[in-house]
């Protein structure tokens, strides 16, 4: 029921005669006034008489939380495995294609280029690559502009779009067309499909219009994505050594920068990095890291990118300290375990001796591929920096151009790639969650992807890697089959990876406010199992999941609501299975006494029929009742108008959840009853002295719901609410409505009461949610209303809704001395954090073990003033900052005040010190002039034991390291299948290897990059 309150309570003036008797009798009045009122317009003693009415006809049926997740991931895996036969029937066609093909250095041919299509000159003609490519809306797309008979090309802006070998992996590749069609008529739950060259194009399905950057720059690489280097490549064991003697001062330096940056970029999840500096004397640029390994995660390659941006070129350089200290740490891991590991050394020069520390440390087994980056145009030493890779199993190349490095650098994932390419080993890689910035869309996706290789005999020992082919899938399709009835009013569903990172989660919140903009959080795809599951201290939850066991575990946990306002104390009960072929585990949760039953009623089709066309009910249109988003004759249909359709026999090709619609026809009979009710209600009010009654409604477990208004609709004060605009009130995916959840934790028969909104002219608005649902059929609490310091905040004009500790601290305070509240401390791993700009330095701590406190201070006003602040990524948003402030993910702590039940009735008296009067008014208000502040953790011991400790992983479980065909000496980099330049390596010369020489990137538009073949010394 929403309700219009103008006055909750007046302060007394000094010297006004009262007592507490006095007082006590007032909040009983109004305690019992209110009761009455709210008992009368929501109907709640009817609903509860309707459910106790059927109670003998129902049926219970206990959950079974393990065959439940086994279940659910079962239905997952089948899914996913239709994503994985639409990539292997890509990567045939693609393979036969490429063997049919012959190379041919003069082919011209017009292809669909994504950033010039439909584009025209002044005299109305289509540009060149250009051509007429009919984009239409798709609901299937995120209502993007596409055309699904076509895919179409995109290039970055560093890759001449003529380039033969780009013209000829174009027109091989045309040959996806038809199976890209084909997949997506036999699986219309596909979304993008694509294959993204080695050469550097991205055919896309279905074709899209792709727009440059602000800057009028194509900077998607696909090579450069997650899903290529992982597919492309087994997990990678890298230690990166830069050169920083003085002579690399300048230009030098800043294509070293560059490289490393770009290095770290090919870097992912499964791999493990550190980066050595060199000159005098050797040291780890994070020296929190010296000696070991750490993984190649989001927050630590944006750390590393900060202190590379501060590297400093001065002294002498000496190499083989850096590469003795590299082998130490590459040995050490080794020991746990052996993939690829490789030392990328990034220099302009080496002229000391460094033989005898390949033979201490990596003859004649050769372990550790060295790549060596020469920067610079000085060839003086370039004979012993490539002696370096040619005798290490690596690659050489000289980079003169920051323009070079892109290309220059992506060579070594060939070089990795070639013994799984040899063995024509496909394997199956899934990523982890992150968001689609192709399609410019918000929704977590997972990809699958495998890689295409050359399959022509003349080319085998080379190893050719003709790139990825890959297809997304949205998180939200897999949740789908975890219904949101199965699960109880607190019940949830969710995913991790096998790093431990968080794939869905109803608490995973990727976003953040930046002025009116929603933005992805920096490190919003490495969110930890742990950092939602945080009341599993020992990590046992986590670490089961990880290594994909099968299990269940219970936890009383403490749930955070209304933006960490409210806690809901839950115990939990964990259902876990890994999901088979996949490196995701599946969790499902259930309440107790809310998750471990569902009733099934008995309703005839006719009679519920009947109920389910009352113009007051709704359905949860984000659940599945029926399946409408595969037939494109289904999807403009609501879940309401389809499941009529469905029991009506109107669209008998409806795939619908029958045991879900039985018990919306259940619950449409008992409920009805209330539609005539609230009309009768309605009509029969009195607007002189029952103003304020705004609406009554109710919710069922089943997602059905009603509601009567009891005013005009534009009289309504808070019109979002019950809307698609509030997501709090409704059923959605991911969650019950707040009100349903906060009322189910409360006793029988009481009522909620709390703050909705306030409309455009501030007027706020009181809702109070009664229990009607079917599990409460015992009498209600009389008179029983839920304190809440959000509510009782409202003495104020302009206060009502705020945190009743900020606006009237001293009676905050004195709640909390008598008991009637208790202070709970919360905490949020995923906050954005106002920091101000400094210069970083290796001093400052890594923002992933930042921790973020209220200022510890004496007074507890200002406590309460920030108890939510922190809380809120709202209010970090960056329009309100200065203009050298900036936002970064922290960790946070922050308390939150619950009522204690136990405590019947409290009472005092609390003088006023610091109350002023308002002008023309008997009204008082407290002021307060603390301001809130940040207290960060510097200690260095801890910070550094942290940043250190590296939690459980669990790699992939295939690994190509090395083939016997892959000659030692032959390390060149990518070849074509085709007769090119490029195919100039020969497994008869064993001490023979393939360097680069740049060029500009002018001239490297319209020329091939050609490889040189020299005789190693």
Known sequence: VLLKLSVLLIFINPGFPFSLFRVKSWADAFGGELYSIVTKYSGSLLLQKKYKDVEPTLKIKEVDGLELVKKFSEQMENMLRRKV????????????????????????FDYYNSLLINDKDENDNYVELGDEFILEPNEHFNNLLVNTTYSDIQLPTNVYNKDPDILNGVYMSEALNPIFVDNFERDPTLTWQYFGSSTGFFRLYPGIKWLPDENGVISFDCR??????????????????????????????????????????????NDFVNIIAYNDYVHFIEPCFKGILVQADRDNREHFKQLVDELQAKGVGTVNKALTESFKILREVRVRGLCNQAIMLITDGAVEDYEAVFEKYNWPDRKVRVFTYLIGREVTFAPNVKWIACNNKGYYTQISTLADVQENVMEYLHVLSRPMVINHDHDIIWTEAYMDSAAQSLLLMTTVAMPVFSKKNETRSHGILLGVVGSDVPLRELLKLAPRYKLGVHGYAFLNTNNGYILSHPDLRPLYKEGKKLKPKPNYNSVDLSEVEWEDQDEILRTAMINGETGYLSMDVKVPVDKGKRVLFLTNDYFFTDISGTPF????????????????????????????????????????????????????????????????????????????????????????PMEAYWTTLALNMSMETETGIEMAFLGTRAGLMRSALYVGSEKISNRKFLTQKDKESIFTMDHFPLWYRRAAEHPPGSFIYSIVSEDDSGNPSLSTRGEGKRKLFTSHVPHHVCPDPFVDASFLAGSTGKFLGAVDGPVMTQLLNMGMFRRVTMYDYQAMCKVPYHHHSGAQPLLSVRICRHAALSGFLLEFNMSSFWHSDNLADAHKHKKHDILQPCDTEYPVFVYEPAIKETNGLIECGDCQKGDNS???????????????????????????SQKLRRRPDTCHAFHPEVPRGSTGGRAHSWVSPWACLSPLAPLRCVYHMTIPLAEHRHSPVTPQEVPSP
């Open 224 to 269: 450069n994505r997650g899903w290529y280097i992982q597919a492309a490549t087994s997990p990678k064991d890298i230690v990166i050594i830069v050169d920083v003697s003085g002579s690399m001062k300048g230009l030098r330096m800043t294509i070293a920068k560059h490289t490393i940056t770009t290095i770290l970029d090919t870097l992912g999840e």
């Open 85 to 108: 036969e639409a990539v292997e029937r890509l990567v045939e066609a693609a393979e036969d294609a490429d063997l049919n093909h012959e190379y041919n250095s003069s082919l011209e």
């Open 922 to 948: 008997n009204l008082r208000r407290v002021d307060f002039t603390g301001t809130p502040s940040l207290i960060l953790a510097h200690n260095a011991s801890v910070k550094c034991e942290r940043m250190r």
């Open 585 to 672: 585990s599946l969790g499902v949760v259930l309440s107790r006494g809310h998750g471990e039953y569902i009733l099934l009623g008995n309703t005839s089709v006719e009679e519920g029929l009947h109920d389910l066309l009352q113009p007051d009910l709704s359905l949860a249109n984000e659940w599945i009742y029926c399946i409408t988003d595969i037939d494109p004759d289904h999807r403009k249909l609501s879940q309401l108008e389809a499941v009529i359709r469905f029991l009506t026999g109107e669209e008998p090709d409806l795939e619908c959840d029958e045991e879900l619609v039985q018990e919306v026809l259940f619950d449409a009979v008992v409920t009805a």
